[in-house]
């Protein structure tokens, strides 16, 4: 296997990490409003994520990061091709993030108010663009012979890619209520349980649509043929077996087949674009490839050894964090930190 | 306006209003990280008090630094794509190893400091807070690293139109970054150093929590003082090293037009509106070379004839940067540099006679003095910056090549005000929240039957003594 094809999985991989963890912390957010009813059940649900949102969205950093240094034709493409969207997504990840270490540092209701639904929209607008950006990815752009991106902003906000958007926010919501039910105590607990099993049947029933949806705008079927047929099949059973899970209140299975979910839809999408990184809808000669629009071998090496050696670092506190804070959030005002 | 203006316009406004914050970032992180280890070995609550409270501070800065990088990241790709397409091969590097090594490191670990009071040791719990200063000044370091490469590019080769990576240890010991790290690195404790001072000296004036913030000015006091001077030794060498990298960022610097020998430093002097020769001027003979050569005699040459050189070699074109801003940047940038160094060596001398309590004069001046360092921080990098126009990359990359060329005035004007927005509302929040906590002062102790005496210890141990 040649880097261009290692650092395209690497960056697979980030994404996989930054949806399956930034993918609750956003659930979370957008279920604020809904499970936290008075102030102090918000700041319950607001501290279930507390210590791990700021963690999780360096993935997304990272996984911007390791773009520019592997693939600079791509991250120049995208970044430039996608300016307003990746405005708007960049407003709402700083209200976002601004709110959840601002919201609590005032008494004043309006104040917090703000923030709570500056917690809300920023997550919301978040998983919106980043679905509706994932979708075009596989479905492709309008990108001409010299690699710039010539479709305009409503270009991006095709049918398909919206269905992304709302699949995105859908999934986001149920891993978000399945956390919180793992993480939260008391009355924000009950009320996570049961947007769970609410959440569910409507979200299998989005996601089967996406994946339809997914073979007529896609040329998944005649590059991959039968081919990602595990992928996908294992993609259905997690999200579907979440249901068996959320029956019986195992709500860290559940989790865990979320989690499995989102990872295999990253996987889904990865593997429709491969070797392509940005699909041109004009010509495909035109597409930008892990090839192309890759950096210099001499740089790729030395990506590489700087990745092994991090990466499992990385991991290894970040999972270490997790630990740290294992037990659930009670409900004592005195003891919430956010 | 062409997306051009616009998008420079936007750079240079998102990245002043990012590094309002990060300076204070980087040295308060190690600051907090230092009062919680003399908690750990002392186990004085007064410690844990400090701790907390300037914490606090920290916490609400850092988010507000943290939240405007992202949009530093993204920038490169969305508006200087070109220029991301041209040098990603060499510029890429360091801003993924910069998210790898310090981003997860410093938030990771600061979720964990956040909630992690009651659930962690101590000891382990203030390891947590050397991890966030650790990370955030391995990012200064990694960014740093790269902006190097903007201004002398080393360790490369271009290969098919393109700028690709030699030489990775080469890019990475950049001969500027010598200069420039600790550079920042210094301006990190020291605008830290002066914002305990100012909120230190706040409360000693009107005697509450004597003890704590007399502790806190101490420390402060100490490490303003010789970050201060270590700032102005530095600085001195990294100006030596500038006029050979960039001698044109030199003669803007010094509104030197002509060439000159030996050359004079200007004391004052005002350009005409085109900003293309003086009108009037007051300059010391000599002075610029004992600046920039260490000797009374040298030669630097003048912005007219860097000019003629560069249209010789790239074209004509002006390449000269608008004197007027790395001129008043560069002397509001020293000038407060020096104010810097006075104010902080009086504070240590007061600390050392023990006697800075009493002195409500120098307290009131001290209670504004937060502001220099944040004025030097901005016109650093205006210096640092506008003096390389026009090259995006000295000598390699202009900003018409880098600019994105397929995002439209319309767009970065969109952005650029949905910035301004953003960026003016959040600006009133944190100056809000940060005058109203600093105002505040620490929680009440919460131990009754151990009042932290107000009553100015004259046997209080320093923090030398805190050691044991």
């Avoid at chain 2, 950049?174 to 990190?188: A, D, K, Q, R």
Wanted: glycine share 8%; proline share 4%.
């Amino acid at each position: 296997m040649d880097l261009n094809t290692v650092w395209f999985i690497l960056i697979a991989v980030l994404y996989i990490g930054f949806f399956v963890l930034e993918g609750f912390d956003l659930g979370v957010g957008m279920l604020l409003p809904f499970i936290g009813r008075n102030d102090t059940n918000r700041r319950v649900v607001i501290n279930t994520i507390g210590p791990h949102w700021d963690g999780n969205e360096v993935w997304l950093l990272t996984a911007g990061g390791a773009t520019f240094a592997a693939f600079p034709m791509w991250y120049a493409t995208m970044f430039s091709g996608f300016y307003l969207a990746l405005f708007l997504l960049l407003a709402a990840l700083i209200l976002r993030g601004v709110a959840f270490e601002f919201r609590s540092k005032d008494e004043n209701p309006k104040w917090r108010a703000f923030w709570d639904w500056s917690i809300f929209a920023g997550s919301l607008l978040t998983a919106l663009l980043l679905g509706v950006a994932f979708a075009n990815l596989v479905r492709g752009v309008p990108i001409d012979a010299d690699m710039n991106y010539v479709g305009g902003f409503f270009n991006l906000l095709n049918p398909y890619a919206l269905l992304g958007g709302i699949a995105t926010i859908a999934i986001f919501l149920l891993h978000g209520a399945i956390f919180l039910s793992m993480k939260a105590s008391g009355e924000v607990e009950n009320r996570a349980r049961y947007a769970a099993k609410k959440l569910w049947l409507p979200v299998v029933a989005i996601m089967l649509a996406l994946l339809i949806a997914t073979y007529l705008a896609t040329d998944i079927l005649e590059r991959l043929g039968v081919d990602p047929f595990l992928i996908q099949l294992t993609f259905d059973a997690a999200t579907m077996i979440v249901g068996c899970f959320l029956r019986r209140d195992r709500y860290g299975w559940a989790f865990a087949m979320t989690s499995v979910a989102i990872a295999f839809a990253v996987v889904t999408m990865f593997q429709i674009m491969y070797p392509r990184v940005m699909i041109s809808s004009l010509n495909p000669d035109w597409s930008l490839t892990i090839y192309n629009a890759s950096s210099s071998p001499y740089t790729l090496q030395v990506m590489t050894i700087v990745a092994l050696i991090f990466v499992p670092i990385v991991l290894a506190y970040q999972g270490w964090s997790y630990w740290v804070f294992r037990k659930r959030v009670e409900g004592k005002p005195e003891k919430l930190t956010y | 306006m062409d997306a051009l203006i616009l998008a420079r316009l936007q750079f240079a406004i998102t990245t002043i209003y990012h590094f309002f914050f990060v300076p204070l970032t980087l040295g308060l992180s190690i600051l907090v990280a230092v009062m919680e280890t003399f908690y750990v070995r002392t186990g004085r609550e007064v410690y844990l008090r400090m701790t907390k409270f300037w914490g606090k501070l920290f916490l609400i800065n850092f988010a507000m630094g943290v939240v405007t990088g992202i949009v530093q990241e993204f920038q490169f790709g969305m508006n200087w794509s070109e220029y991301s397409r041209y040098v990603g091969d060499i510029f890429g590097a360091p801003l993924a190893i910069e998210a790898l090594l310090a981003f997860f490191l410093e938030s990771t670990f600061l979720g964990v400091w956040i909630f992690g009071w009651d659930k962690l040791s101590k000891g382990v719990h203030a390891a947590t807070m050397w991890a966030v200063a650790i990370g955030s000044n391995i990012s200064a370091l990694w960014i740093l690293i790269a902006n190097s490469f903007m201004q002398e590019p080393v360790g490369y080769a271009i290969e098919n139109g393109r700028a690709v990576m030699t030489d990775f240890f080469e890019v990475v010991f950049n001969p500027n970054i010598f200069y420039m790290f600790p550079h920042v690195l210094m301006s990190g404790l020291a605008t830290a150093g002066f914002f305990m001072i100012s909120i230190s000296a706040y409360h000693l004036l009107r005697k509450r929590e004597t003890d704590l913030f007399r502790r806190s000015f101490q420390l402060a006091a100490m490490v303003a003082a010789i970050a201060s001077v270590v700032i102005a030794l530095n600085g001195h060498s990294q100006a030596q090293h500038m006029i050979e990298s960039q001698p044109m960022k030199m003669a803007a610097t010094e509104a030197l037009w002509e060439t000159e020998s030996p050359a004079s430093f200007s004391i004052l002097t005002i350009g005409n509106l085109s900003g293309s020769g003086e009108v009037f001027s007051i300059r010391l003979p000599r002075l610029l070379c004992l600046l920039a050569y260490d000797r009374f005699n040298c030669t630097i040459r003048g912005m007219n004839d860097l000019q003629a050189e560069f249209e010789a070699m790239y074209g004509p074109g002006d390449y000269t940067p608008p004197p007027v801003i790395p001129y008043w940047s560069f002397r509001l940038m020293v000038g407060s540099g020096f104010l810097m160094i006075g104010l902080s060596i009086y504070a240590l001398f007061l600390v050392m006679g023990e006697m800075f309590d009493r002195r409500s004069k120098a307290l009131k001046i001290f209670q504004w003095t937060v502001l220099l360092p944040y004025l030097a921080n901005a016109t650093g990098w205006l210096l640092t910056e506008v003096g390389r126009f026009p090259w995006v990359v000295y000598r390699l990359v202009t900003l018409e090549q880098g600019v994105s060329n397929i995002v439209s005035a319309g767009s970065v004007l969109f952005s650029l005000i949905g910035y301004i927005l953003i960026y003016s509302a959040l600006i009133v929040a944190t100056v809000y929240l940060l005058l109203k906590y600093s105002k505040a002062g620490p929680e009440p102790s919460g131990q009754a039957d151990a009042p932290e005496s107000d009553m100015g210890s004259r046997d209080m141990p320093s923090l030398v003594g805190a050691e044991d």
